[in-house]
């Protein structure tokens, strides 16, 4: 009854206080009838309590979302399954969903009547605007009998997880030439017949050695040809991707960080698709997926990945190692010194292919936010060591940045590569 009489609401509270006040003066005045109103003014929101209490002890709650998994910018839909299975049908419920802001508003339902034993369905709208894992609820219940003199608060659904991946964006293509045997080219090479023996012939790179030219493959096509013996890779590609704080402009959703977020999570959907297992670390070794078989070549394991990831606070590129580990790399860089790039260089193989896209981060920044380094200089450092280099804007497609990456470029004269490097030492 204690529990009962808490929840009476203002209206309820007044109304208790008046029949209470009304039945000292028919006691002091002797008046029977008066003693009956109070009676009456204190029983009404005494009933009303105790209804509402048990109708609100009987409400069962349900909540799903469809689907759970869903890109950014895409709609979900949560759904609610409400019942009561109290022996009086529970009416005036107030209901409000706890609903994160990057997924939409609040949104509340009023529901006069809820039958017994009968299941009411409501559903709302999602409209998730950023990456991330949210968390959907608690659902709140306000119970009400019909005269409002009594309420109470009851959590009906606990939490439901909610998981934004980046958007992928379709792309088409694979880079051309391969590198020391790695890569889609060698693979097909040494699954394309008897032929010779664990052997790849691709074109002379600088650096090559002379004793592994291949004659026969050279006189056939008038250009210098080597031979590979080493079988490709089965490890795939590496994905590095750039989260450095520092290295990016803008907040929210249209920030440089998100925008290479969803390059990273398309290149890896886009080279799983095409037979890579690929291995997504970020620019402090940290990997991300692909640490398994099994997981390299689902596309969920990459995008929850990157849904849950967060910025970092380092501030330099400090390799220490080659992250992609004498294999192929796609590295996504944000705003990139010459010296940082030079920790990348100096641990990738020669002969390893390896692409980068450099993010003009300034084209992103506020008015309030600092400069970024152009990247220029980064980028004719990066080509002169062999890489592949696109840049990129926030106008950019990033099937237009994934296209001229597959576009096969010019390998630096060697004159001109070691007098670059002397004026970088």
């Keep these: 009854m204690r529990r009962a009489l808490s929840g009476l609401s203002t209206r309820g509270r007044c109304l208790l206080a008046a029949g209470i006040a009304a039945a000292l003066c028919a006691v002091v005045l002797d008046e029977r009838d008066l003693l009956r109103v109070a009676v009456f003014l204190v029983a009404l929101p005494m009933l009303a309590a105790v209804l509402a209490a048990r109708s609100q002890v009987r409400l069962l709650a349900v909540r799903r979302l469809l689907p759970e998994r869903v890109p950014v910018g895409d709609g979900a839909e949560a759904e609610l399954e409400l019942r009561s299975r109290g022996r009086l049908p529970a009416g005036g419920l107030l209901l409000e969903d706890g609903v994160p802001y990057a997924l939409g508003g609040r949104p509340r339902f009023v529901v006069e009547r809820l039958p ?3 299941a009411m369905m409501l559903r709302y709208p999602l409209r998730p605007v950023i990456r991330g ?3 959907v609820g608690p659902l709140m219940a306000r119970v009400t009998d019909p005269f409002g003199l009594a309420e109470f608060e009851r959590e009906l659904a ?8 980046p958007r992928v964006a379709a792309l088409s293509g694979m880079p051309t030439g391969s590198g020391l045997g790695a ?3 060698g693979s097909l090479l040494m699954r394309a017949g008897q032929g010779e023996d664990d052997a790849v012939v691709r074109p002379y790179r600088q650096g090559d050695d002379i004793r592994k030219v291949h004659w ?8 210098l040809m080597v031979r590979v013996e080493e079988r490709p890779w089965r490890g795939g590609t590496t994905v590095l991707l750039d989260r450095r704080s520092a290295a990016h402009r803008g907040s929210g959703p249209t920030s440089s960080l998100e925008w ?3 390059l990273a999570a398309s290149v890896c959907v886009h080279l ?4 890579h297992a690929v291995r997504l670390v970020t620019e402090d070794g940290v990997v991300l997926a692909g640490t398994s078989a099994q997981a390299a070549h689902a596309d969920h394991v990459v995008l929850d990945a990157l849904a849950a990831l967060g910025a970092s606070h380092h501030r330099d590129l400090a390799c220490g190692a080659d992250p992609g580990h004498g294999h192929e790399m796609v590295a996504v860089l944000g705003a990139t010194t010459p010296a940082a790039v030079g920790e990348l260089i100096r641990y990738r193989p020669r002969g390893a292919r390896s692409l980068a896209v450099l993010l003009e981060v300034g084209a992103w920044a506020t008015g309030s936010e600092e400069s970024a380094p ?5 980028a004719r450092l990066l080509r002169a060591a062999g890489w592949r280099v696109a840049l990129a804007r926030p106008d950019t497609p990033m099937a237009a940045v994934w296209n001229e990456l597959c576009q096969p470029g010019a390998v630096p004269a060697p004159a001109m590569t070691a007098g670059f490097f002397r004026g970088w030492a």
């Excluded at 026969?216 to 250009?223: G, K, V, W």
């Design 158 to 165: 606990g939490h439901n997880r909610l998981v934004v991946v």
């Design 216 to 223: 026969r493959s050279t006189a056939r096509r008038d250009e």
């Design 272 to 275: 799983q698709r095409h037979g």
């Design 183 to 185: 890569g889609e080219d």
């Design 133 to 135: 894992v949210h968390r």
């Design 260 to 262: 290479a977020v969803a």
């Design 374 to 378: 152009d990247p220029g200089d980064a």
């Design 116 to 118: 017994r034993n009968q």
